[in-house]
């Protein structure tokens, strides 16, 4: 298995605040994308960060060594629509309650 700290970084800091019609909708298939990673074991934690300097999006997965976090993240629908990136953090190891 391989571990990834993934942060989402918007398009723009106050992104939350100032998002489009359009970009609303991509983060309503951005959670939907993410909850699906979640139920399928890819994803063991995801949500949002309020950081004053700018808020960002941060999940925890858990993938099999043949998989590829960037090819995974690439389909989120946000990232699809060019709205922010992922940067990718590799772990070491990742304990989980339950």
Known sequence: MKFYLCKYIPPRADFLASMTGDEREW??????FLD???DR????AHG???????G?????????????IQA????DPIVRNGAGHYE???????SVHG
């Open 27 to 32: 983060m309503r298939q951005h959670g939907a």
């Open 36 to 38: 699906e990673l979640l």
């Open 41 to 44: 074991g890819l994803i063991v």
């Open 48 to 54: 949002p960060v309020m950081d004053p300097g700018g």
């Open 56 to 68: 960002y999006g941060l999940s925890l997965y858990r993938i099999a060594d043949d998989q590829d």
């Open 72 to 75: 995974i993240t690439s389909q």
């Open 88 to 94: 990718h953090h590799p772990m070491l190891h990742l």
